[in-house]
Nanobody, 127 residues
Framework: QVQLVESGGGSVQAGGSLRLSCAVS????????MGWFRQAPGKEREGVAA???????TYADSVKGRFTISQDSAKNMMYLHMNSLKPEDTAMYYC?????????????????????WGQGTQVTVSS
């Protein structure tokens, strides 16, 4: 059973930076995809970024150039480095994982692609 635990959320002023972490346990798959999603009040959960076991990455257009997804397989950790934060980035951020999933081209992560989820960590960006 894969378990995901997010941390690193908080409150920051616009233009600031945060690093979110996702600790992964119970994961023994050699092929997988992990992603970050966010959900603002009254809005649907949306994909932010994803990384697969080959190290390929993909980003939503709204965060491209500002956010960077990375992973440390030795530590079973995934990260989301967020720079130049905007008030519209305010949301609950979730870590997700799906064994055996890989992607290419213009694929963007969607909630239905992932079966394992963390509990979320809140990010609030003030203007």
């Amino acid at each position: 059973q894969v378990q995901l635990v997010e941390s690193g959320g908080g409150s920051v002023q616009a233009g600031g930076s945060l690093r979110l972490s996702c600790a992964v346990s119970g994961h023994t798959y050699s092929s997988y995809c992990m992603g970050w999603f966010r959900q603002a009040p009254g809005k649907e959960r949306e994909g932010v970024a994803a990384i697969d076991s080959d190290g390929s990455t993909t980003y939503a257009d709204s965060v491209k150039g500002r956010f960077t997804i990375s992973q440390d397989s030795a530590k079973n950790m995934m990260y989301l480095h967020m720079n130049s934060l905007k008030p519209e980035d305010t949301a609950m951020y979730y870590c997700a994982a799906e064994p055996g999933l890989s992607f290419s081209g213009s694929w963007r992560p969607h909630t239905s692609d992932f079966g394992y989820w963390g509990q979320g960590t809140q990010v609030t960006v003030s203007s």
